[in-house]
């Protein structure tokens, strides 16, 4: 249940450490909930520190503080229900960063991932998770 | 279907039935019911609770039926040849009886004190022969050597 506010960590490499809900995709009101696998527009809130020599050279996008993104979010301390009537709930809320066109900007993810990203489309993220649960 | 094991108390968790939580380290922990996932959250030890399975195996409750079965293990000893006595020596050797075995001693006492008094009459001979070996020359003059310059 991530909403406008709420905060997620960011799992991938990117660069972002902490990001905030500011936009929920999926519908069409202001007031909607995102769960796993939805899709949110965020602010960046906390970044990792980039050195100027590794901006111009490395290919890795790295994103600065107070940057606007795209995120979909793998975990959530809300329960979810799956089909065969388990709830699943982990510890904390945590997303991994997209561009415009739902690729994911960075390039390895560290931690679990929910696998209820793989019934919504977002199979790439599933691949490259080292844990699935 | 498969039927997990509470991370709690040890109950069996049917599907449709209870929660799953993720902690923050990646370990997954199973929970049966709201009971057991509270007294978790509570971080209660399992092994305290009196109605936990952990606690009844710790304090060996309800358990004389698996105790029975641990008695019927015993290993059995093979006689074994070696190299240089097979097994069919080991055996006659062994099943020699008492009266066998002092008649080879003592035949082997009078064999070794016969031997004994040879080797000292022996020894008293051959002890004066090589004295007498010739008029002493010195090693010198044996070798023959550049003729004393």
Known sequence: MIGLKGTLNVIDNSGALLIECVNV????????????????????????????????????????????????????????????????????????????KREMLGTRIGGVVSADLRMKGWGKIVSLAPKVV | MKVEIDSFSGFRIYPSKGKLFVRGDSKVFRFASSKNSSLFLQRKNPRKIAWTQVYRRMHKKGVTEEVAKKRSRRTVKHQRGIVGADLAA???????????????????????????????TKKAKPARAPVASGPRVSKQQMKGGKGGR
Do not use: H, M, Y
């Open chain 1, 25 to 100: 995709l999926k519908q069409k009101v202001n007031n909607g909930w995102g769960s796993v696998g939805d899709e949110i527009v965020c602010v960046v809130k906390r970044a990792r520190p980039v050195s100027a020599a590794a901006q111009a050279s490395t290919t890795a996008v790295k994103v600065r503080r107070g940057d606007v993104r795209r995120a979909v979010i793998v975990r959530t301390k809300k329960a979810v229900r799956r089909p065969d009537g388990r709830f699943v709930r982990f510890d904390d809320n945590a997303a991994v960063l997209l561009n415009n």
């Open chain 2, 90 to 120: 080991i055996a006659a050797k062994r099943n020699q009886t008492a009266a066998i075995r002092s008649q080879q001693r003592l035949a082997a006492i009078s064999k070794a004190k016969t031997e004994k008094k040879e080797k000292e």
